[in-house]
């Protein structure tokens, strides 16, 4: 091969690179990944195994459920393969927010949603909880979503 076609085929080799990379653009998102967000300095409770996939196909709950704009609107236009932000992007603080001390002001529900654990409690905790109520209304049995410190961090607090 002489320097000219070695050139031209890794010009080559470099733009089928850069077509794929176009044609597979887009997230793909895990069926199920443990929920244990990387700025968080240490986690404090166990990691959380969450069901992405069976949450849209089996609960049929919609990505606009729980992905939102930079407003808090949902995305309701968002289909399979679409990007998203993660939710530390915008509920940037790692973490719970303390008791307050007596006298101390309580937060408003949006500056307490400003810490990331909360965001994610209120966003999963919610659902469960009118899920499961509406269950037992329906049908007089327990509903299965789990609201319990232990079911949702299996082992719980990290010793
Ligand atoms: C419906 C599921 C669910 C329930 C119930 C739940 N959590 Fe969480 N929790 C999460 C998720 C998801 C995160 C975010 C974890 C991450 O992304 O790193 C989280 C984060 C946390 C964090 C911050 C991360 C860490 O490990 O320090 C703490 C602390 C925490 N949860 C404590 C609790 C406690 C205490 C309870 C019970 C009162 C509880 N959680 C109940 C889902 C749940
Ligand atoms: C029940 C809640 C829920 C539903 C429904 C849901 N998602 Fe998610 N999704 C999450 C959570 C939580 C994460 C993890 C975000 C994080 O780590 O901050 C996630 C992660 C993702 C990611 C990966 C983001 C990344 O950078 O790692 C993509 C892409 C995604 N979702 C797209 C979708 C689409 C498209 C739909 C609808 C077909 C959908 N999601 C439905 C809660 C949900
Ligand atoms: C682009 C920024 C952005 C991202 C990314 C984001 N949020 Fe939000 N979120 C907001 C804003 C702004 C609000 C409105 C202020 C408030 O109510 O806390 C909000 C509100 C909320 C609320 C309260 C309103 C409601 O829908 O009930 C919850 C719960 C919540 N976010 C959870 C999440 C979760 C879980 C994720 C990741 C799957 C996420 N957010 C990703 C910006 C964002
Ligand atoms: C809008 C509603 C909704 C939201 C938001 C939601 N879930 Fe669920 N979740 C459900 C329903 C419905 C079930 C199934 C309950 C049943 O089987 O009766 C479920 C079941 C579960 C289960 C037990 C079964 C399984 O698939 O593993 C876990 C764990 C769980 N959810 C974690 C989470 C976490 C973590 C989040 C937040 C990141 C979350 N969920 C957000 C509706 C929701």
């Not at 010009?11 to 443990?34: E, H, K, Q, R, Y």
């Not at 195994?49 to 196909?57: E, Y």
């Not at 509920?91 to 949006?110: A, I, R, S």
Request: aromatic share 6%; net charge positive.
């Amino acid at each position: 091969m002489t320097k000219r076609t070695i050139l031209t085929t890794i010009a080559a080799v470099f733009s089928s690179m850069f077509i794929a990379a176009i044609l597979f653009a887009g997230t793909t998102v895990p069926d199920t990944f443990n929920m244990e967000t990387k700025a968080y300095e240490e986690h404090t409770y166990n990691p959380v195994p969450f069901t992405h996939k069976k949450h849209v196909t089996d609960y049929k709950i919609t990505c606009g459920d729980c992905h939102h704009d930079d407003k808090g609107k949902a995305l309701t236009g968002l289909k399979e393969g679409d990007d998203v932000q993660k939710c530390i992007e915008c509920h940037k603080n790692p973490g719970k927010v303390e008791k307050p001390k007596k006298g101390e002001p309580k937060l408003t529900d949006k500056e307490r949603r400003q810490y990331h654990a909360e965001a994610l409690h209120d966003n999963c905790k919610d659902c469960h909880s009118e899920h499961n109520k509406k269950v037992k209304k329906d049908t007089g049995k327990n509903g299965e979503a789990p609201t319990s410190c232990n079911k949702c961090h299996p082992g719980g607090k990290i010793k």
